[in-house]
């Protein structure tokens, strides 16, 4: 199991959290040398819990799992202790191994300032791994001995509140030594007939103070260990973010909100592109995407800048489930398929990038997947027709390189983008960059009408010579989609009763 961040005689970060009160102090040479004199140590343990040739009564705890990593330990007769000024109060609480050691241990420490009776009086908290920690001096502060070294915890009637937290505590059993002194002209001295009253609560949380505004706790796992931690944003850093040096400024998260929303805009004109071509199913799905990406990423900011109209998860699979059917009717639209077929494929393709959605939602492949699937029904949908037209589809160069060219080559970039350039450090102007790419490159491949423009008779037909015996009539578009059906290739097979 790694080394405890909480053990007295490993590395301590107590330096850098937010704790009232004093840390432990540095160890002494006589620790490192510890090793070589085992005689010495066991005098050291004998002074430190003794103290003046007395014992002291260790009280126990009673220990209340509430949820992972989050356990409350319950003092007899608490949580107001009594400390009397001739003798110690000694608690200890037992950390289980694995299921203690992953989240975070707390201790406050409170005075009752009236049970002082006005007299100068602090009391002095020990928190040690392993053995208790009682000085046989009076008149000292310390919280460590020749072999070891604790935690200490002051409290007095100027600073009657202190508090601890040690992140992944080394697991076993954990003392806690409470003791009075009066403050006297050179120092500290025994009081005489003061008994302090404090409170004293502990427990273990998963994470420092749930990890505040500008993080997250998660809860991970690393090589079977379990742990719980602080995911920071917006720049935020620390074990309960908190550290600032780094963090985004207002403006800067104002701006970086305003930029992922409002770029969602350009999806403006491909609505009105759909609409006035009478796509109606696809500009309703370009507004749908529009929808959901705007108020999506307007709940996914890290900092304090957030709005949401509905739950995160609600809103982030509707703003992925768009994006994939803005890009699957786009490229279905562009094959002139059947529309029976046409809206076959658009339902299949809605219930089909729902489930890969549950199923891994910042997958690449999502977003490759459809793609590529749906440019394989356009190219044979294509090939088709130029095989049957002998010529190529769509005929016009300047459907090719006016429309076709420049749209294919918006939409490669922003996919290039959003896979290989795309970053959490420059996620809010890349992704904002992606949605205008992938909206712009709509507007260009989305084909154009099939309705009829002008010609000959009332809407633009010829109709065909009727021949004798057949109940049918049939008409050929002249103009129907920039030359794209040649009149003389057109067969009529008429169908003849009897």
């Known amino acids: 199991m790694p080394q405890s961040f909480g053990s007295p005689r490993g590395p301590s970060i107590l330096d850098t959290l937010l704790i009232t009160g004093l840390g432990p102090p540095a160890l002494n040479d006589s620790e490192r040398s510890s090793a070589e004199q085992p005689s010495q140590d066991g005098l050291g343990q004998q002074d430190a819990v ?35 000024p001739d003798r110690p109060a000694v608690f200890v609480i037992n950390l289980v191994p694995v299921l203690d050691s992953g989240g975070v241990l707390n201790m406050e420490l409170k005075l009752n300032t009236s049970s002082v009776k006005g007299e100068n009086v602090t009391v002095i908290g020990c928190l040690s791994h392993g053995m208790p920690l009682v000085s046989s001096d009076n008149t000292s502060i310390r919280c460590e001995s020749e072999t070891s070294a604790g935690f200490l915890l002051l409290v007095n009637s100027t600073s009657n509140v202190t508090r601890l937290r040690i992140p992944y505590p080394q697991t076993g059993n954990w003392y806690i030594s409470l003791r009075s002194l009066c403050s006297a002209d050179y120092g500290y001295e025994e009081c005489n007939n003061v008994t302090a009253e404090v409170y004293l609560r502990t427990y273990l949380t998963p994470c420092i103070n749930e990890c505040g505004t500008y993080g997250q706790c998660k809860l991970l796992r690393t090589n079977n260990y379990l742990y719980a931690a602080c995911e920071c944003k917006a720049g935020w850093n620390g074990w309960g973010c908190t550290d600032n040096l780094e963090a985004y ?96 494929l658009y339902l299949l393709g809605a219930m089909l990038l729902s489930m890969a959605l549950q199923l891994d939602r910042h997958g690449l492949w999502n977003l490759l997947g459809p793609s590529l699937f749906a440019l394989g029904i356009m190219a044979l949908a294509w090939t088709v027709r130029t095989i049957r037209r002998r010529h190529c589809y769509p005929p016009t160069w300047k459907r090719w390189v006016f429309y076709l060219f420049p749209g294919t080559v918006i939409a490669t970039f922003a996919v290039a983008l959003y896979a290989f350039v795309e970053t959490e450090e420059n996620y809010f102007y890349i992704h904002s960059i992606w949605h205008m790419l992938i909206a712009g490159s709509v507007g260009f491949l989305l084909p154009p009408t099939t309705r009829p423009e002008g010609g000959a008779g009332a809407k633009g037909v010829v109709p065909l010579p009727r021949k004798r015996g057949c109940g049918y009539r049939l008409c050929v578009n002249e103009h129907e989609e920039m030359g794209l059906v040649d009149p003389g290739l057109v067969s009529v097979n008429s169908i003849c009763s009897s």
Not at 50 to 75: A, K, M
Not at 306 to 315: A, N
Request: aromatic fraction near 16%.
């Open 249 to 344: 400024s207002y403006g800067f998260q104002l701006l970086s909100t305003l930029l992922l929303c409002l770029s969602n805009l350009m999806f403006v004109p491909p609505v009105a592109i759909a609409i006035r071509s009478e796509y109606l199913l696809e500009a309703s799905v370009y507004i749908f995407t529009m929808f959901f990406s705007t108020f999506y990423h307007a709940c996914d900011q890290p900092g304090i800048v957030v709005f949401c109209i509905m739950e995160y998860d609600v809103l982030q699979f509707c703003d992925f489930l768009g994006s994939l059917m803005s890009v699957w009717v786009t490229v279905i639209a562009m094959a002139r398929l059947q529309p029976i077929i046409k809206q076959i």
């Open 50 to 84: 003794s103290g003046r040739n007395q014992c002291w009564p260790i009280r126990p705890t009673l220990r209340n799992e509430l949820d992972t990593f989050s356990v409350h330990f319950y003092i007899f007769f608490g949580p107001n202790i009594s400390v009397p």
